[in-house]
């Protein structure tokens, strides 16, 4: 292992002397892609520095046992043994997992979409529900959360709301996060108090960067229209809204939430990259799942991921099979634990991939 991490970091350090290269600095693609790769292998060469330290006390140790004759002296090396050997087995399971192939995808921005399903009314509602939780879980992580376009349910919540979340590796940690939702309640429009199972869908897709995919512009119709909705004076005054369709795929994606027609246009353009961007993505996740399970939706959406049931107050997760009692936190942005366990399910997944590759 030693020598792996070893030739780790001297291609950590070969990037860092590349990076201050004034040739690679002028080309603004390749920069990115080293200062990425940069950032990915500093935690495994920290771990390996701090591991490479222990070692070398622990053969002190061990020397100083074989070859002392002060019993006081002796005694001390075989407690600092046992925490240092303690230590070794602690970086080398840490190191383990940093060793896991990352998804090139991680350390991406994400387009988040929520659509309601089935159950009318009370699926919007439902749908309204989640976005709240998903925005309160980023802003509590200090993640940018900026609606994109959205139509709202008739009696509240959306009927359709796409959302562009940006930050430290959004995609890596929401990505678990797409599927079918399921809700068991008792809806507002009920009178007779019956329980209803209602659906919210969830996509959760990487942002493609400018440099991940090259759109012809000729290939892209233009559309402005007057925003509806809320937005002060300027609504159904201006054509500030842009839809933007994909003549080849035929891909729509509209914006209307910005006054400024060149902002809505930006974020427009963002998922129109990722949405093109999935397809090929969708290739790599399909290559995944055929190798290995994964906690991580292949794309069918019509795959049941969670329920929330609210008689019982419980969040199950149907993927790994966890059962929560507090759904009123969870839904309050509190999902943090069950995003850790659906990761620590996914490493073991993969560290069973790699102990075979091996």
């Excluded at 600095?25 to 500093?42: A, P, S």
């Excluded at 240092?84 to 602690?90: I, V």
């Excluded at 089935?118 to 989640?130: H, N, P, Q, R, V």
């Excluded at 929401?174 to 399921?182: F, N, T």
Aim: charged share 30%; hydrophobic share 35%.
């Amino acid at each position: 292992m030693l020598d792996k991490l070893g030739a780790l970091k001297t291609r950590y350090l070969e990037i860092a002397e590349q990076m201050t290269d004034p040739d690679v600095m002028t080309d603004m693609k390749k920069f990115v892609q080293l200062n990425k790769d940069y950032k990915e292998l500093e935690p495994i060469v920290v771990a390996y520095d701090e591991y490479k330290s222990v070692v070398e006390n622990i053969d002190s140790s061990k020397e100083i046992i074989r070859t002392e004759t002060d019993d006081e002296f002796i005694q001390m090396a075989k407690e600092e043994l046992v925490v240092l050997q303690a230590s070794k087995e602690r970086l080398e399971e840490e190191i383990r997992v940093l060793l896991i192939p990352k998804d090139p995808q991680d350390a991406k921005n994400a387009i988040l979409e929520i659509r309601a399903g089935t159950g009318g009314d009370e699926a919007s509602i439902f749908a309204g529900d989640l976005y709240r939780m998903y925005q309160k879980y980023c802003e509590a992580k200090g993640w940018k959360f900026e609606i994109v376009d959205m139509t709202e349910g008739t009696i509240g919540g959306f009927k359709e709301v796409i959302i562009n979340v940006s930050g430290t590796d959004v995609y890596g940690i929401l990505k678990y996060e797409s599927g079918v939702h399921r809700v068991q309640r008792v809806p507002q429009t009920e009178t007779q108090g019956r329980v209803h199972t209602s659906a919210a869908t969830v996509a959760v897709l990487p942002e493609a960067e400018e440099f991940d995919i090259d759109l012809n512009q000729n290939d892209i119709r233009k559309d402005t229209f007057c925003s509806s909705g809320p937005g002060g004076q300027s609504v159904n005054t201006t054509y500030s809204a842009v839809r933007l369709t994909h003549i080849p795929s035929g891909i729509v994606v509209s914006c209307q939430d910005e006054k400024s027609q060149i902002k809505n246009f930006e974020k427009a353009m963002k998922v129109l990259r990722s949405r093109i961007y999935e397809i090929e993505h969708q290739k790599y996740m399909d290559e995944i799942s055929a190798q290995r399970k994964t906690m991580v939706s292949t794309g069918d959406r019509s795959a049941k991921i969670r329920t929330y049931n609210y008689s019982q107050g419980r969040v199950t997760d149907h993927r790994i099979g966890l059962t929560l009692y507090n759904l009123a936190n969870i839904m309050d942005g509190d999902i943090r634990e069950i995003l850790d366990k659906l990761q620590v399910a996914e490493n073991a997944e993969r560290l069973k991939e790699q102990d075979k590759s091996l």
